[in-house]
């Protein structure tokens, strides 16, 4: 599952298009956010972890340096994308929390039917989360990390970097 979320942690965006394990680069190469390059607006990023590719078009992602990271300022700046990405981490979390029952008898139904009730609970989580009804995310002992591994090539993809430096200087200059 690829998502999206916003500030509040609700959810923007929902792609569920792989069974097993599918490298992060290849479902977004895949998913209709990418292809359609409607979301995010212009100016605005998307933060991803170090599994995707830094890109900024079609659409602007943006993901951490990969370690070893040199440098003060890409330190800083990658735990000012550690702390703003903490919300998708907590979003998946309360979504696990309060639809776990759900999620682990869909896993017992045909697999076919598991895209749909991950998207029912994800728009039910959004519904919850607009009337105010909030859930503490329960903690987990394992934690998703980042990924250091090689890049699936993202094709007509036009590198992030450029636009990941300047947001580590403009960090920089914040502090």
């Known amino acids: 599952m690829q998502a999206v979320c916003d500030h509040q942690a609700k959810f923007l965006d929902a792609f569920i298009g792989f069974?097993?394990?599918?490298?992060?680069?290849?479902v977004l190469r895949h998913s209709t956010l990418y292809q359609q390059a409607a979301f995010p607006p212009r100016g605005f990023m998307i933060l991803g972890d170090g599994g995707y590719p830094c890109i900024a078009?079609?659409?602007a992602l943006i993901t951490p340096f990969k370690k070893p990271v040199r440098g003060e300022e890409r330190v800083t700046f990658n735990r000012h994308h550690a702390k703003a990405r903490s919300v998708i981490e907590r979003a998946f979390g309360m979504l696990?929390?309060?639809?776990?029952s759900i999620i682990l008898h869909a896993l017992e139904v045909h697999q076919q039917f598991v895209p749909q009730m991950i998207v029912s609970c994800v728009t039910l989580h959004n519904i919850c989360m607009g009337a105010g009804d909030l859930v503490q995310p329960e903690e987990e002992a394992d934690g998703e990390e980042e990924e250091d591994g090689q890049e699936e090539d993202v094709t007509d993809a036009v590198s992030g970097h450029?636009?990941?430096?300047?947001?580590?200087?403009?960090?920089?200059?914040?502090?």
């Open 19 to 26: 069974p097993g394990s599918v490298h992060d680069a290849r």
């Open 57 to 59: 078009h079609p659409i």
């Open 96 to 100: 696990k929390t309060r639809w776990r």
């Open 162 to 175: 450029r636009l990941q430096e300047q947001l580590c200087a403009a960090i920089a200059d914040m502090h």
